[in-house]
């Protein structure tokens, strides 16, 4: 037995076992357990080095501009701040959370299966709905920490070379900045259910993360009905600032906030339930891998 399936079974040894006073009683006692076990083997481990670094590349770019001498030559322009952050944003969202969430949510199944350690899991007194359900949260947690933490960072990295006391406390800096965290969450929520469930139906998670990532990115030439069959679509136009396409982009009308956020909240909900689906039927076979 590997030292690492001997973890995953000393970590299964610590939920709680089921006890009397029906399933939801069994959900409250267990879920907690599995969720903070598979935050911690996912993002306190050396697994998480690949998220971390992505994290930190708008870090660097806003940070490397913030002390280079001379790099602000308008420090009263506060609209210029807001219109590079709002591009690297952008560059955040659609490549550094994307490719996060595949690396976090793509493994939370296919790992265990080479470290032969899924069993453990199966054999544990342990609904598989809710393994699935602890894995989901525990992926949404950690990505939302630490690509929200991202954000925060290079928000203020963006300002912090400009005169923009104002903006925060009489103008709009504030709203801009919670926005922008709700639109990173929402992104976690949305591409973490999407590649959990595909995790339950590939092997490997590289080929279909590239095909999304295209779809995702040619979302703007898209007629408006297959617009809406994208994570990025209902994200985009929860900005502050709004994103200029070019004049190639096909033109459609944006979603009201109040339709965007309960669309990706119950596309999400329609992926996870069927990982849960997928994951009552799922045989282990490791041979095959």
């Given at each position: 037995?590997?030292?690492r399936a001997?973890?995953?079974?000393?970590?299964?040894?610590?939920?709680?076992?089921p006890?009397?006073?029906?399933?939801?009683g069994?959900?409250?006692r267990?879920?907690p357990?599995?969720?903070?076990?598979?935050?911690?083997r996912?993002?306190l481990?050396?697994?998480?080095?690949?998220?971390?670094l992505?994290?930190?590349?708008?870090?660097?770019?806003?940070g490397l501009?913030?002390?280079?001498?001379?790099?602000?030559?308008r420090?009263?322009?506060?609209?210029e701040?807001?219109?590079i952050?709002?591009?690297?944003?952008?560059?955040?969202?659609?490549?550094?959370?994307?490719?996060?969430c595949?690396?976090?949510f793509?493994?939370l199944i296919r790992?265990?299966?080479?470290?032969?350690?899924?069993?453990?899991?199966f054999?544990?007194?342990?609904?598989?709905?809710?393994l699935a359900?602890?894995?989901?949260?525990?992926?949404v947690?950690?990505?939302?920490l630490?690509?929200?933490g991202?954000t925060?960072?290079?928000?203020?990295?963006?300002?912090?070379p400009?005169r923009?006391a104002?903006?925060f406390?009489r103008g709009?800096?504030f709203?801009?900045l919670f926005?922008y965290l709700?639109?990173?969450?929402?992104?976690?929520i949305?591409?973490?259910?999407a590649?959990?469930a595909?995790?339950?139906?590939?092997?490997s998670?590289?080929?279909?993360a590239?095909a999304?990532?295209?779809?995702e990115?040619?979302?703007?030439?898209?007629?408006?009905?297959?617009?809406?069959?994208s994570?990025?679509?209902?994200?985009?136009?929860?900005?502050p600032?709004?994103?200029?396409?070019?004049?190639?982009?096909?033109?459609?009308?944006?979603p009201?906030?109040?339709?965007?956020?309960p669309?990706?909240?119950?596309?999400?909900?329609?992926?996870?339930a069927?990982s849960?689906?997928k994951?009552?039927?799922?045989?282990v076979r490791?041979?095959?891998?």
């Amino acid at each position: 037995m590997s030292t690492r399936a001997e973890t995953v079974e000393q970590d299964l040894v610590d939920i709680p076992r089921p006890a009397e006073g029906g399933p939801w009683g069994n959900w409250r006692r267990q879920l907690p357990a599995l969720v903070w076990m598979e935050f911690r083997r996912t993002f306190l481990s050396r697994r998480a080095l690949g998220p971390w670094l992505l994290a930190l590349l708008p870090i660097t770019i806003l940070g490397l501009r913030a002390i280079w001498p001379n790099a602000v030559e308008r420090p009263g322009n506060v609209g210029e701040a807001t219109a590079i952050f709002a591009g690297t944003f952008q560059f955040h969202l659609r490549l550094v959370i994307f490719f996060g969430c595949v690396a976090i949510f793509g493994n939370l199944i296919r790992r265990e299966v080479l470290d032969r350690s899924l069993h453990y899991a199966f054999l544990t007194p342990l609904r598989r709905e809710l393994l699935a359900l602890g894995k989901y949260l525990a992926g949404v947690l950690g990505t939302g920490l630490l690509f929200g933490g991202a954000t925060l960072a290079a928000f203020v990295l963006a300002y912090l070379p400009y005169r923009s006391a104002d903006f925060f406390l009489r103008g709009p800096g504030f709203g801009h900045l919670f926005a922008y965290l709700g639109v990173t969450w929402l992104a976690c929520i949305g591409y973490g259910a999407a590649f959990l469930a595909l995790a339950f139906f590939v092997k490997s998670p590289a080929l279909p993360a590239v095909a999304l990532f295209g779809w995702e990115s040619i979302n703007f030439l898209l007629p408006p009905l297959l617009k809406r069959f994208s994570v990025i679509y209902w994200l985009q136009d929860l900005c502050p600032v709004p994103v200029n396409h070019g004049p190639l982009a096909v033109i459609a009308d944006p979603p009201n906030p109040w339709i965007a956020i309960p669309g990706l909240l119950l596309l999400s909900a329609a992926l996870l339930a069927l990982s849960a689906w997928k994951v009552r039927r799922m045989e282990v076979r490791y041979e095959d891998e």
